[in-house]
């Protein structure tokens, strides 16, 4: 049974950087923090879909402070201690949790210096381990249409995939069962 509240693993992005996968914990407000702050205005758009300049007190809680039931967030990692350093981070957050076909919402922010190192990717993989676990059958997520790195990662993650398009989202559907 894996505990996801104390995940941690160790991974090699594509350009051979070293990184730590494990869960967000309360302690991380500061790192989120300054994360966020090291994002471009692009990627804060296209994770939020609007222009925001920093995350407030209730955001940073509300990020941090999980049950990892109906939440469960990973962020990627260097350093370590005081030099730790959050680069990216994914998380689900379950939106139906009823009936045997139970779906989370998934979404993801890399920072920029870290884009097409793989790094989305190997958070997926590892919110889905945790997430079959939990018994969920499917991760959604709406993705901008310019946003085509994120629709790259889902598409080539093996994981079966349904897209429509509405309004001015693409809504994904991601299938956990096998």
Same mark, same amino acid.
Do not use: C
């Given at each position: @049974?894996?505990?996801?509240?104390?995940?941690?693993? @160790?991974?090699?992005?594509?350009?051979? +950087?070293?990184?730590? /996968?494990?869960?967000?914990?309360?302690?991380?407000?500061?790192? #989120?923090?300054?994360?966020?702050?090291?994002?471009?205005? $692009?990627? /804060?758009?296209?994770?939020?879909? *609007? *222009?925001? %300049?920093?995350? +407030?007190?209730?955001? #940073?809680?509300?990020?941090?402070?999980?049950?990892? $039931?109906?939440?469960?967030?990973?962020?990627? +990692? &260097?350093?370590?201690?005081?030099? !730790? +350093? /959050? &680069?990216?981070?994914?998380?689900?957050?379950?939106?139906? =949790?009823?009936?045997?076909?139970?779906?989370? !919402?998934?979404?993801?922010?890399? !920072? $920029?210096?870290?884009?097409?190192?793989? @790094?989305?990717?190997?958070?997926?993989?590892?919110?889905?381990? /945790?997430?079959?676990? %939990? =018994?969920?059958?499917?991760?959604?997520?709406?993705?901008?249409? !310019?946003?085509?790195?994120?629709?790259?990662?889902?598409?080539?993650?093996?994981?079966?995939?349904?897209?429509?398009?509405?309004?001015?989202?693409?809504?994904?559907?991601?299938?956990?069962? $096998?």
């Amino acid at each position: @049974m894996i505990d996801a509240s104390n995940y941690a693993q @160790m991974a090699t992005l594509k350009n051979g +950087t070293q990184v730590k /996968i494990r869960s967000i914990r309360p302690d991380d407000k500061q790192r #989120l923090a300054i994360a966020f702050k090291n994002l471009d205005p $692009e990627s /804060i758009y296209t994770r939020f879909f *609007h *222009h925001k %300049k920093m995350l +407030t007190e209730e955001e #940073l809680k509300s990020a941090t402070e999980l049950d990892f $039931e109906s939440t469960v967030a990973l962020v990627v +990692t &260097i350093g370590e201690g005081d030099m !730790e +350093t /959050i &680069i990216g981070a994914g998380r689900y957050v379950v939106i139906d =949790g009823g009936g045997a076909a139970r779906s989370a !919402e998934v979404a993801f922010t890399v !920072e $920029e210096d870290y884009h097409r190192q793989g @790094m989305a990717r190997i958070l997926l993989q590892h919110l889905a381990v /945790i997430a079959r676990e %939990k =018994g969920l059958a499917r991760f959604m997520a709406e993705v901008l249409p !310019e946003n085509r790195g994120m629709l790259t990662v889902f598409s080539k993650s093996g994981l079966p995939m349904k897209t429509a398009h509405g309004g001015d989202a693409v809504h994904v559907t991601l299938l956990l069962t $096998e």
